[in-house]
């Protein structure tokens, strides 16, 4: 089910539409737009690759930033040409990326899949916890510094063992080197991966906002967007 939301300002009364739009990749490599529904599902469903669209913007150099999110692929396609295809579609400013599941052999490169998917955490006396999930009320009284999501590989060709640890929550606001060194007493080979949700422009390196209601209106920066008419169509 996809959401159509128009937006005005209180001040100046520009209007803004957003959506929940996916895009896909066809066996032609053509990329499709169109709003999360029943019917883009169906239509993407044997697609190269899917994904999500998500827009944000940037108040200091005053651009839209579209962000590309990979969510599924076939191996009939690699990272490289779904990049290349995004980025010659138009000429908004773009940050393209990939579900956190997608990974790559450490050694040969090559496209390996995940066998394990689970939480983990770190306590704040350096105590390694990991598990199908981790329920807030089973650590009710456990402080973690870091914690996230680990994911399993294993590479045929090099008979060799990824793992990778996507760092979500760091409370403790530790480096990616100290992160590093803490995962490497639990673990062997491994890869890092800090989730920072993209924060930053990749025009001006600047804070990036989604629009919303109660956003400051980026065209006269003095009123501010409410709800117009919102919609939901299956």
Known sequence: MGIHTEYSCSECGIKIVDSSDVFWIDGERKIHVDMQTVDSSKKSSDALAFGGIYKYYCYNCNNY???FHVSRKSEGITKEEIIQLIENMDDNNKIIDFDNRFQNCIQ???????????SFAIDEMGE??????????????KKFDFDGKYYGYFCDDCAKQINKFVILENDANLDDSLIK??????????TVYINDSFSDCPVCGDELQVLGESSKCPKCGVGHLHIEKQQLID
Do not use: M
């Not at 040969?108 to 689970?118: M, N, Y």
């Open 108 to 118: 040969c490169r090559q496209e390996v899949f995940p066998r394990q998917e689970k």
């Open 65 to 67: 930033i579209y962000n």
């Open 128 to 141: 390694f916890f990991i598990g199908d999930t981790l329920k807030d009320d089973d650590f009710e009284n």
């Open 181 to 190: 060194e803490i995962l490497q007493d639990h673990t062997n080979d491994l």
